[in-house]
Structure formats: C-alpha cells, structure tokens
C-alpha cells in the first residue's frame, strides 16, 4: 500500500476507541507513528488537537486533526479506500451506523454501568447489558446479520470494530466483578462471533494482553471501592465530578471518571 | 426523480426538531413521501415495528425497510438518491470528517445545554446553561466560519449536514428565547449564525416544514406545563 502521507495517533493503551482506530489502521496497513497519552493529564498536543473533549483518540492525518472514534474510522475508510470497512450500499451503511450508535448509546454505557455499580444497582446494570445482548442476538439471528460471519460479512466491517474493540472488557468485568455478562447459552451467536473476532491477526496485534486489562481494571475499581466508604447509600462508586462528594475526594473522584470513561465499551 | 407516494414514508411529528432533518434532507432531494403523524403520547404499532430498539421518530420507510435516528436518516437519503439534488456531505473525506464531528457536538453537547435553559428551576441555573449554550454557538460560529468559505450556509453554497444538524433546533431555540427573554442567536455575540439562522429558517427546504413559533410554544405550554 503506497502511503505518501504521514500519519500520528494520540491514543491510550487501555482505551477501547484507541483500539478501534488502531485496529482499523492496521486492517488499512497503515503506517502510523503512536504517542501514549495519559487520560488523566492530557498532553499539550492533545489538548491542542482535540480542543473541545480533551479525550484520545485523535488522529493526525499530514498535521491536521480528526477526533471522534467513528468520525476517525469514517475517515479512514473515505481516504484509503481499498479493502473497505464499509459497505457502499446506503442501507447497509444506514443500518451499521445505526448499530454503532447502540453500541455507543446503550450497550457501552451498560457495561460501564456493571462496573462503577454495586448491590442493587449493579444487579439492575446487568440485566441491561442482558436486554442490549438480546437485541444485537436476536439481529445476529434473525435480522440485519443473519448468515453473516463477522457483522460486516465475510470480513470485519465497522460494527465489528466498534463492538470487537470493548467487548474484551465484558470477559474482563464478568472475572474482577464477579458476574455473568455474555453466557454462551444465551447469546450463541455473539458468542461465536467475538470468539472469531479476537482470534484475527490484526484483532490479536491490538488488543492488549487479558491480564493487563484485569490489572488495570481491578486497580480503578480498587481506587472507587476506597472511595465509596464515606457515600454507602450510593449505588453508583466513584461517581465522575459531577455527583456529589466531599472537596477532599474531588480530584480522586475525577481521576476515576476519567479512567472509567477510558473503559467505556 | 421523485420516488412514487407510498414508496417513501416518514413517521414522526410536526414539533420534533430530529424529524424536521429528514423532511429537509427529503425536500433538498427533491423526494415525494408520505408523512405518518404520530399522536403524542401514544407510539403507533408501525413505529414500535419499524425502531423497535429504541421505538422514537424519525423513522424513514423506503422499500418497507427502516432508518432510524435522525442524522442517520440523512445521511442515508444522500446515499439512496445521490443522483437527485445536492449532496448533503461534501466529497472531500476531511471535510465530511469536520461535518460530522460538528453534529456530533451539536447533538452530544450543544443540545443539552440548550434544552438545560429550559429546564432550569432557578435563575442561576438557567444563567449557566446560557453560558454554555453560547460559548457552544462561539464554537459553531467559528465553525461556520471555516467550512462556509464566506458562503451561505455550513454546506458552502448548499444547505448540508451541519446545516441540517444545527438548524432543526432553531424553531425551538426561538420559542425558549420567547420564553426567557434571552437572546440564543445573538447578532452580536454570533454574528454569522445569526443571519445564517434566517437565511436557513427562509430556505424553501425548510420553511414549509417548520412549525410556527406560536404552535411549538402552544404545545409546549400544553405538554411541558411552562
């Protein structure tokens, strides 16, 4: 692939969006020069960059920025344009952007859920991840996706990207919560699927080894479980800035928003 | 060329600022559809089987297949009738990239902020959102400023897909400066937007599907209790 461009990527080693764009650049073969960010102390680039969220990824294409995951993926696919990661049928493009969009909406934010959430609360998060599985299941079975391999057809497409790249986090969660999240009873084709994903060779080369992903996971909710000894009545630990909490706790508690977003499917 | 009645239909209702997108997406391509009114506070059996993920309008219906979410819907009838009209997104891959960066903003945070002046229970609150609200239209102004190319609307000479985004808010931006007495489109903090505003709100793609601002603050009073 002749790339005359030159082509830098701020991204974070934990973050599923960083591994979206990642993933699609090594599927493009791409050659692209990574900066690390940190997601609590964004550099100056970034800042610079991605003025408006502060937030990785962001992808610099002959100095000028693209900030967004799906914006980024879009773009990559409009200006490399061989092997496509996008149909170009209308419809099938519709319903794909549609997908992603509940994966970013609904079932990313569910999982997160799982995660920040104890009791009752955490009980409740569950059965919505459940509820959004069922959904993309029943389109797996029945739907848009019948028959197909990958949601993209024989091969990885931008649904598969968006959902693949975070869905690593549901094995992760189900070990350091303690929690069924992706039974292969219930779900067979999802199952099938993310199994398929993670076992392609690009999958393999961006996303981080499991353990990794448990010690870091394990460390936020460590950090969010020290927090929540002086807010018992919460349903939700460690809570982004927003919510209420003591002034000593501020910057923990947003340091642990920041790091929790980071783990967002 | 216009699709045959009954081969397109749209299900929403007249107050959405998410359905005005694809009526005007729809009108830029010159497309004929059927328009299926929902009653407010009921949702039709067709709806609830057309988005059954999510059960809102804007459902678009082409060939008994079904779009959902608004900018979606627009984007779509770009592609199914790039040969009708203009195109809504531009050719070029990174100005589609800054076109649909914006109305994710626009949806993501620029919205909340407005709709958060009408939700304020204290002065303070709703002083806030305003803040917010226009420190977003200083971004978009900036915005406008660099994909506009000192043309009419976002689009350049066309009206496109941040126009499309942002402009659907605009009847319900007038009814809660109505409502506040605060200026949202203010000639003198936005200049730009300000006249595209009019410009966009007087466009014949617009005008005839946008709801008078009397009717939304009717409905409002009626619905929303304010």
Redesign the interface.
């Known amino acids: 692939m002749d790339q005359s461009s030159s082509l830098k990527f701020l991204g974070s080693w934990a973050d599923s969006h960083t591994h979206r764009v990642r993933l699609a650049l090594k599927l493009k073969g791409l050659v692209f020069e990574y900066q690390e960010e940190d997601s609590v102390n964004p550099s100056p680039a970034l800042l610079l960059h991605n003025p408006?969220y502060k937030k990785v990824p962001a992808l610099l294409?002959d100095g000028?920025p693209?900030?967004?995951s799906?914006?980024?993926l879009?773009?990559i696919d409009?200006?490399w344009t061989d092997d496509p990661i996008m149909h170009a049928d209308?419809?099938e493009?519709?319903i794909v952007?549609?997908w992603c969009?509940?994966a970013d909406d609904?079932l990313g934010p569910a999982v997160g859920l799982v995660f920040s959430s104890a009791g009752e609360g955490q009980k409740a998060a569950v059965d919505q991840v459940h509820e959004n599985l069922k959904?993309l299941e029943r389109e797996l079975r029945d739907g848009a996706f019948k028959g197909r391999r990958f949601f993209g057809g024989d091969n990885i497409g931008l649904l598969d990207i968006v959902l693949g790249c975070g869905s690593y986090w549901l094995a992760v969660f189900e070990e350091v919560m303690e929690v069924k999240l992706v039974d292969p009873d219930t779900f067979p084709l999802f199952h099938a699927w993310l199994r398929d994903f993670e076992e392609q060779k690009e999958v393999k080369e961006t996303i981080p080894p499991i353990d990794k992903l448990l010690e870091h996971a394990r460390g936020i909710r460590q950090m969010m479980l020290s927090l929540s000894t002086d807010t018992t009545t919460a349903t939700t630990i460690g809570a982004p800035a927003t919510g209420s909490t003591t002034s000593n706790n501020d910057a923990a508690v947003e340091e642990i928003g920041l790091l929790q977003e980071s783990l967002v499917l | 060329m216009a699709a045959e009645a009954g081969e397109v239909r749209l299900i929403g209702a007249w107050p959405s600022p998410f359905v005005l997108r694809p009526r005007v997406a729809l009108n830029l391509k010159g497309v004929e559809y059927e328009f299926l009114q929902e009653k407010f506070g009921e949702k039709s059996e067709l709806l609830l089987r057309s988005n059954p993920v999510y059960k809102k309008i804007p459902v678009l219906l082409h060939h008994d297949k079904s779009v959902c979410e608004s900018m979606i819907i627009v984007e779509y009838v770009d592609g199914a009738w790039a040969n009708s009209g203009h195109a809504i997104l531009p050719a070029d891959p990174y100005e589609r990239a800054l076109h649909r960066f914006w109305a994710f903003y626009i949806d993501d945070k620029w919205f909340p902020s407005m709709f958060g002046i009408a939700k304020a229970e204290t002065e303070e609150a709703k002083a806030e959102s305003a803040e917010q609200a226009w420190a977003g239209l200083k971004l978009l102004e900036e915005a406008f400023e660099k994909l506009s190319k000192g043309k009419a609307f976002f689009g350049g000479d066309i009206i496109g897909y941040v126009d499309i985004a942002l402009g659907a808010y605009l009847g319900w931006a007038k009814v809660i400066e109505q409502m506040t007495g605060l200026k949202l489109l203010d000639e003198e903090k936005t200049p730009l937007l300000a006249i595209w505003a009019e410009r966009f709100c007087a466009h014949e793609a617009v005008k005839e599907v946008t709801p008078e601002t009397e009717k939304l603050m009717e409905f409002a009073k009626m619905h929303f209790g304010k």
Do not use: S
Request: proline fraction near 4%; hydrophobic fraction near 50%; aromatic fraction near 18%.
């Open positions: 408006i294409h000028r693209v900030v967004e799906l914006v980024i879009q773009y409009e200006t209308p419809f493009r519709a952007r549609f969009h509940f609904k959904l």
